[in-house]
Every structure is written in structure tokens, then in C-alpha cells.
């Protein structure tokens, strides 16, 4: 587990490795807010303890404008590691199938490289529907793609325990965090994203 970094106005930025939150501990550019109580780090002067949770004494800008662009890593996300046409999770694929990224309207034809034209498809599917629509295909989307939003789109993907959920709950309030809880007990199979 890494150290999850907020802003100084407890916004959670990114989740950081433990060595770097105790590098900006030590060079007192953020203070500890919560510990990992079994573990600690020592040198030959010193003994800090693990930090799970650290704020940021100066305020980074973060621009509210960002779009991410679209990550195979985010996309999978986004559709629940699931084929948008079989529905098959990606656990459920065997031999030589895997997840792909499939334009909806092929860039060949016109189509653009964003989240509202782009699916997670298992190979089969990708290949079974080639340079066509999917109803070209013969093939039904089992949801509409659209842009995830901000919360979903970084915290998905990270693993954060329990305490590091309170955390980004008290910003972005408890819906979010229960949001993610419940893509990850509805999502099956090893794909643990809240842990707790």
C-alpha cells in the first residue's frame, strides 16, 4: 500500500510510495495525519512511523478543468474489467483472449479517441466486429460510454484501505467512497480496489 498524499486543504491528490510521504516529512513539505501503528522506519538519528495518510503544508493547484485522457488502465476501470458486448470479465477469459480497447465508430471511419467512443471489448468481440458499428456487427453495447467522473476516474484504480477511504470520503463525502464499494463488490473475480 502506498501513502495516500492530500492537499493542504485535505483534497486527496494521489496515493505516493511510503519513502517519498517520508521524504516530504522529513523536508517538512507535509505532517502526518495517519499511521501504520506496527510499522516504523529508522536511521541512525531518527525513528519516524509509517505514514498511511500525510497532508501537504503549501497548497498545490490542481486545475477543476482536467480531463484525463483515455488510459486503457482507465477505461478498463471505467467498464468494470467487462467486455461491453459479451459481458465476459476479464477473469473469465482464457488462452489467447484478452481486453482490448474497441472505437464504437472505428478511427477509420471518422471516429474519435474518446470516452464517449470507446469501449472495453475481449478480443473475440474486437475481432468479430473488426472495422463496423456494432450494430454492422450484429452486436449490442450492454451500456452507453460516457466520461467517468473525477472520483471514479483516480480512485478506482488505487488500492486504499480503510482509513485512507475516511480520508477521501470527508472530501468528497461518503457517497463517493460508497460508490467505489460497490463497483468493487459488484465487480467478480481479483480485482480489490477499497480494501475493507
Known sequence: MGCLALNAS?????????????????????????VDGGRRFHSERASVPCPTVIRLVRYVHVPRRYR??????????????????????????????????????????GGANSWDNVVTA???CNNRKGDRTPEEAGLRLLSVPEEPDYVHL???????????????????????????????????GEDVRVVG
Not at 488462452?95 to 482490448?100: D, I, K, P
Request: charged content about 30%.
Open 68 to 109: 484525463r485522457q483515455v488510459t486503457n488502465t482507465f477505461l478498463f476501470a471505467r467498464d468494470d474489467y467487462a467486455c461491453q458486448y459479451c459481458g465476459r470479465h476479464r477473469s473469465r477469459l482464457r488462452g489467447r483472449q484478452f481486453l482490448t480497447r474497441d472505437h464504437i465508430l472505428p478511427r477509420s471511419r
Open 122 to 124: 475481449c478480443s473475440s
Open 10 to 34: 485535505y483534497e486527496p491528490l494521489t496515493l505516493v510510495p511510503t519513502r517519498r510521504a517520508i521524504r516530504l516529512v522529513l523536508d517538512r513539505k507535509a505532517e502526518i495525519l495517519e
Open 154 to 188: 483516480v480512485w478506482a484504480v488505487r488500492r486504499v484501505t480503510p482509513i485512507q477511504a475516511r480520508w477521501i470520503g470527508r472530501f468528497y463525502g461518503d457517497d463517493a467512497v460508497a460508490l467505489l464499494r460497490f463497483r468493487e463488490e459488484t465487480t467478480p
